[in-house]
């Protein structure tokens, strides 16, 4: 969008711009008395070149993902959003990258749902919902 002529390259930057939307909770652009006054996709670019994404991240996105979905997540996020359209991915790698992000995610929820308990001489698996499944 920024070379002003569309493409698969620009789709590509565009599904960029929703992945960081998603990560940072909110709109890549801000509006001041209906007016656009900022557009924030070179602030993200440089906050993940500055290795600062703690200061756009959704509070409390980050306590909720697996470090590497996380880093997974927002480096197609970025490469996504290159300036030069020859270094974006395809859309195909794109698909791939979230996938490996989305296993890592599922893979740390299933880890973090369930807890050992030791009661006396017999051991459980507690699920986080209350459920006691003897071990």
Same mark, same amino acid.
């Given at each position: 969008?920024?070379?002003?002529?569309?493409?698969?390259?620009?789709?590509?930057?565009?599904?960029?711009?929703?992945?960081?939307?998603?990560?940072?909770?909110?709109?890549?652009?801000?509006?001041?008395?209906?007016?656009?006054?900022?557009?924030?996709?070179?602030?993200?670019?440089?906050?993940?070149?500055?290795?600062?994404?703690?200061?756009?991240?959704?509070?409390?996105?980050?306590?909720?993902?697996?470090?590497?979905?996380?880093?997974? &997540? /927002?480096? !197609?996020? %970025?490469?996504?959003?290159?300036?030069?359209?020859?270094?974006?991915? *395809?859309? #195909?790698? @794109?698909?791939?990258?979230?996938?490996?992000?989305?296993?890592?995610?599922?893979?740390?929820?299933? &880890? /973090?749902? !369930?807890? %050992?308990?030791?009661?006396?001489?017999?051991?459980?698996?507690?699920? *986080?919902? #209350?459920? @006691?499944?003897?071990?």
């Amino acid at each position: 969008m920024e070379m002003g002529f569309l493409s698969k390259e620009s789709d590509v930057y565009s599904f960029g711009v929703v992945l960081f939307e998603i990560l940072c909770g909110r709109l890549c652009y801000e509006y001041h008395n209906h007016e656009l006054t900022k557009i924030l996709v070179p602030e993200w670019r440089r906050c993940y070149d500055e290795n600062r994404l703690d200061e756009i991240i959704l509070p409390g996105l980050k306590e909720q993902m697996h470090p590497g979905s996380l880093k997974s &997540f /927002s480096a !197609i996020a %970025y490469q996504c959003v290159m300036r030069d359209h020859e270094e974006r991915p *395809t859309m #195909g790698e @794109v698909v791939e990258e979230l996938e490996f992000s989305l296993e890592q995610q599922m893979i740390h929820i299933r &880890f /973090s749902m !369930i807890t %050992y308990v030791i009661w006396g001489d017999k051991r459980a698996i507690q699920i *986080t919902a #209350g459920t @006691v499944i003897p071990a």
